[in-house]
C-alpha cells in the first residue's frame, strides 16, 4: 500500500506539474503584452536609457515622470526586470521571466508549508489551489502567472517569509518588507504573521505575547528596512520640496486611485470573489465551507493553545493550528480590507496577494481535517471522511483542469501584437513622422498603449496637453492616417 500511494502521489504530482507548465508557458510567450505591465515595462527601458527610475507619465501627463506613484509595481521587480533587459532579453519575455521565477518561489513555498501543515499530499493540494484563482476572466485582470505584475511576487515573498519565520524571524521580516515594497498592500499580511507567533509559544495570553514580542521585533525592523531605503534614495534624488510633492501624490493615489465616482457595496465584492474561480458560483461556495468546515476540524484536533509545542515542529499540533490560523486571518484580511473600501472597484486583482498566500494553505489544512475524519473509529467516521476527501479531491483537481484547458491552446496574441507594431514603426519611417519628445499617444487607453511600447516609442494618452502635436494610434477614424491596421490606426495631427 505503501509504494502504491507513493506511485499516485508522484503521478498526481507529474500531471500538476504538465499542468503548471501550461498554464505558464502560454502566459510566458502567448499572451498578449497588457497596458498595465507596458506601464510598468517603461520604468526599467527608461532606467536603462539614463533617464533614472522613471516611468512615462502615461496616466500623469504623458511626460516624464521620476518616481511615478502611479507605478504600484515596485523595484523589486521592476529592478531585476532592467537587469535581465540590460543582458539584451526582450522586454517582454525577460520581464516574465523574472516574474516566471516568483511564480515558482511561490509554488515552492507553498508546498512546503503545506507539507508542514499535512504531510505531502496537503502540500500537493496547496500547489494546485494556486490555479483554482481565475483571474483572468476580471476587469483589470491578471492574464497569467508572469504578467510582470507586482501581485504575484508579493504572494511568493509573503509566503516564504512563512517558510523562514521559524528560524530566522529576521529574513521572515525582510522578505515581507520586500512584499511591501513590491505591492503595498502586502502590509495587510503582517496580522496573519502575528498570529502564527501567538500560536507558537506556549503559556498564558501575556506570556505568549511577551515572546511572540521578543520573536517579531527584529522582523518589524525587516519589515520597515526595504522602504525605508526606497524613500531615502527618492528624498535624495528630489530634494526635500520635490519629495513633499510624491508623497502628497501617494496619498492621494492611496485614496483616490483608480476609476473615479465608483462606489461599491460588500455584496458585489463578495459575489465577484465566488465568480472568480475556476467553477461556478453555486460549487465555489460548497468548496468553500468544505474547506473552512474541515480546516476548523484540523485546528480543534490540534492541540490545546496551552500545550507545550516546540517552534521546530514540523507538522502536527503547533504547526497545524498555526498555520491555518494564520492563513485564515490573512483570508479575511485582504477579503475584509478590499470589501468594506467602498471606493474600489470589482477587481479581484486587488485581493490577490492575499488569495495566493493564504488560501492554499487553509486547503491544506482541510486535508488535514478529511485524513483525522478518516482515522476515527466507526463506520459513518470514516464514510464522512472518504467522502469528504472524495469532495476535497474534486475541488482541488477540476479548477487546475479547467484552468490548464483554457490556456492550452496558443493565442499567438504577443506576436500578432508585434506584428502590428512593426507595421506601424515602418510606417512611421516611410512617411517620416516626427515623434515629438519621442513620444507616440495611444488613443484611448488601452491595449494601444502595449501597441505603442512595442514601437519603442515613449507611451502617452490623446488627451494629455502634452500630446496635442503628437501622432496617435487610434482606435477611432481619423482624416489623415497614412497606415490603416483596423481597428487601430496610425493618425497624424
Not at 511577551?210 to 525587516?222: K, Q, T, V
Not at 482541510?366 to 476515527?376: F, H, K, Q, S, W
Not at 512611421?428 to 491595449?447: C, F, K, M, R
Request: aromatic fraction near 10%; proline fraction near 7%.
Amino acid at each position: 500500500m505503501t509504494r502504491l500511494h507513493a506511485a499516485l502521489f508522484w503521478a498526481a504530482a507529474a500531471l500538476l506539474a504538465v499542468a503548471h507548465v501550461i498554464v505558464a508557458w502560454n502566459s510566458l510567450t502567448q499572451n498578449r503584452l497588457w497596458e498595465d505591465e507596458a506601464f510598468n515595462l517603461t520604468v526599467p527601458r527608461n532606467l536603462l536609457a539614463g533617464l533614472g527610475y522613471t516611468s512615462d507619465g502615461t496616466l500623469s501627463g504623458s511626460v516624464l515622470e521620476p518616481w511615478d506613484v502611479r507605478i504600484s509595481t515596485g523595484p523589486t521587480v521592476l529592478l531585476p526586470v532592467a537587469a535581465v533587459m540590460a543582458l539584451g532579453a526582450d522586454p517582454v519575455i525577460g520581464g516574465r521571466s523574472i516574474v516566471l521565477l516568483f511564480w515558482i518561489a511561490l509554488l515552492a513555498g507553498l508546498f512546503l508549508l503545506g507539507n508542514r501543515i499535512g504531510g505531502r499530499w496537503a502540500g500537493l493540494a496547496a500547489v494546485a489551489t494556486a490555479l483554482a484563482i481565475d483571474t483572468v476572466h476580471t476587469p483589470s485582470p491578471i492574464q497569467g502567472p508572469t504578467d510582470i505584475l507586482g501581485e504575484i511576487p508579493a504572494a511568493a515573498l509573503i509566503v516564504w517569509g512563512f517558510v523562514v519565520l521559524r528560524r530566522r524571524p529576521w529574513l521572515a521580516g525582510l522578505l515581507v518588507g520586500l512584499a511591501v515594497l513590491t505591492k503595498l498592500i502586502a502590509a495587510l499580511a503582517l496580522p496573519a504573521f502575528a498570529v502564527w507567533l501567538l500560536l507558537r509559544e506556549t503559556g498564558s495570553f501575556g506570556a505568549r505575547f511577551s515572546a511572540a514580542w521578543r520573536r517579531a521585533w527584529p522582523a518589524l525592523i525587516g519589515v520597515v528596512a526595504p522602504s525605508a531605503l526606497y524613500y531615502l534614495v527618492v528624498l535624495v534624488d528630489l530634494g526635500f520640496g520635490g519629495f513633499l510633492d510624491f508623497a502628497r501624490e501617494f496619498r492621494d493615489f492611496l485614496t483616490r486611485g483608480g476609476p473615479q465616482g465608483v462606489h461599491t457595496t460588500v455584496g458585489e465584492k463578495l459575489s465577484t470573489l465566488l465568480g472568480a474561480w475556476w467553477v461556478p458560483g453555486g460549487v465555489a461556495v460548497a468548496a468553500a465551507v468544505l474547506v473552512v468546515a474541515l480546516a476548523v476540524l484540523a485546528c480543534v484536533r490540534s492541540g490545546r493553545l496551552d500545550a507545550p509545542r516546540s517552534l521546530d515542529e514540523r507538522d502536527g499540533n503547533g504547526a497545524t493550528l498555526a498555520y491555518v490560523a494564520a492563513a485564515a486571518t490573512g483570508v479575511v484580511a485582504y477579503v475584509g480590507w478590499w470589501a468594506t473600501a467602498a471606493h474600489l472597484p470589482l477587481w479581484i486583482r486587488h485581493p490577490t496577494p492575499g488569495l495566493f498566500a493564504f488560501a492554499p494553505l487553509l486547503v491544506a489544512g482541510a486535508v488535514v481535517g478529511a485524513r483525522i475524519l478518516i482515522a476515527r473509529n466507526g463506520k459513518p467516521w470514516r464514510g464522512l471522511g472518504l467522502a469528504a476527501a472524495a469532495a476535497l479531491a474534486v475541488v482541488v483537481v477540476v479548477p487546475p483542469a479547467l484552468h490548464t484547458g483554457f490556456a492550452a491552446p496558443p493565442s499567438g496574441a504577443l506576436a500578432a501584437q508585434r506584428a502590428v507594431a512593426e507595421g506601424f514603426v515602418e510606417a512611421i519611417a516611410e512617411n517620416d513622422v516626427e515623434l515629438p519628445g519621442g513620444y507616440l499617444a495611444s488613443n484611448p487607453w488601452g491595449s494601444g498603449v502595449s501597441l505603442v511600447f512595442l514601437t519603442g516609442a515613449h507611451v502617452g494618452l490623446f488627451d494629455a496637453p502634452a500630446m496635442a502635436g503628437a501622432p496617435q494610434l487610434s482606435y477611432f477614424e481619423c482624416e489623415n492616417s497614412p497606415h490603416v491596421d483596423p481597428p487601430v490606426r496610425l493618425c497624424l495631427p
